[in-house]
């Protein structure tokens, strides 16, 4: 719901971040960017799999991909 997620991303300062285990194209990140795109102070940071993907466990690829918890809440405190 477009106006559900523009309405919370403002009560919550305008930022929203988006985390994904692929790629970006057709992701959770792309949809929400769009939903909110012509929404003055609405800003969204996407983490997502940047690289081609490889083979290994779970937790080293999340990191290795930038994409997680300690990479998430690094994004978060950082999105200025």
Do not use: C, W
């Not at 194209?25 to 996407?46: P, Q």
């Amino acid at each position: 719901d477009q106006a559900l997620l523009i309405s919370e991303a403002k009560r919550v300062g305008g930022k929203v971040v988006t985390v994904e285990d692929h790629y970006q194209a057709g992701g959770l990140g792309e949809a929400v960017s769009s939903a909110v795109a012509d929404e003055a102070g609405v800003r969204v940071r996407s983490l997502f799999v940047k690289d081609i993907p490889r083979s290994g466990g779970p937790d080293e690829l999340l990191d290795m991909f930038g994409i997680s918890a300690p990479h998430i809440v690094k994004a978060v405190k950082n999105f200025a």
